[in-house]
């Protein structure tokens, strides 16, 4: 089955810095790729997601890159600032598989 | 985005007693919703499958006659955690995919703290 691994675990950047966290999947049948954020005690929250079909895909501060080659797709976050502060889960699936995630990576931005 | 709700969002319960959990989706059919159990700390965990009409498919692990998943219609799943002890204290979420047009996006519910004294 599918394997993803996120990495770094914590993360701590100063306000206005980018920050980038990293996976990487092991079924290279994996198309979708989300980004979901969770604040203490509450659900998590998709904030992006891109598919196998293309390389790159960005939201404002977000972007996302995916490497199918490699097997491994980051998330990109410009301008931190403090309520960006989350644990962030990257997660991979064919479609109609259950979502497999990572282990997040607690991102706090410094002011 | 789609909504999925959960109810209810916190119970405290007696070891030995059942707790079911409801999770629906509010304005798409959900075919497919997930369980997750979460840590604190941790990651998502998938526990369960649960396919509208079918049973439910498990993950490796999970225990199926502890943890009852029912999904009896297109927007509602419930999961029963029977005979809870305090090693099943944890915050259980749900989740609904959408697979209307070209988007499969999972969008998940406020989750459930379950807490066994």
């Known amino acids: 089955g599918e394997n993803v691994e996120q990495h770094p675990s914590t993360l701590s950047v100063q306000e206005g810095d980018s920050a980038v966290i990293k996976c990487t999947y092991s079924?290279?049948?994996?198309?979708?790729f989300p980004w979901y954020k969770q604040e203490l005690g509450k659900r998590p929250q998709l904030i992006i997601d891109?598919?196998?079909?293309?390389g790159e895909k960005k939201d404002q501060r977000i972007a996302v890159t995916l490497n199918k080659t490699a097997k491994h797709f980051s998330l990109h976050i410009t301008e931190t600032q403090p309520e960006d502060s989350a644990v962030y889960f990257c997660?991979?699936?064919?479609?109609?598989?259950?979502?497999?995630f990572g282990k997040g990576t607690r991102l706090s931005v410094i002011a | 985005g789609a909504v999925v709700s959960q109810h209810p969002s916190w119970v405290i319960c007696k070891s030995g007693t059942s707790v079911k959990i409801e999770c629906r989706s509010l304005?798409?059919?959900?075919?497919?919703m997930f369980w997750y159990r979460q840590f604190p700390k941790q990651s998502l965990m998938l526990m369960a499958t649960?396919?509208?009409?079918?049973?439910?498919?498990?993950e490796q692990g999970v225990e199926k006659d502890k943890f009852l998943i029912n999904h009896a219609s297109l927007t509602l799943s419930t999961l029963t955690v029977t005979s809870a002890h305090p090693e099943d204290s944890s915050f259980y979420i749900c989740?609904?995919?959408?697979?209307?047009?070209?988007?499969?996006?999972?969008?998940f519910g406020p989750g459930t703290r379950l807490t066994v004294l």
């Open positions: 989740s609904a995919r959408d697979f209307a047009g070209l988007t499969d996006t999972q969008y």
């Open positions: 079924d290279s049948a994996s198309n979708y």
């Open positions: 891109i598919r196998s079909n293309v």
């Open positions: 997660a991979a699936s064919e479609r109609n598989t259950p979502l497999v």
């Open positions: 304005d798409f059919q959900a075919t497919t």
């Open positions: 649960s396919n509208e009409g079918s049973k439910a498919t498990y």
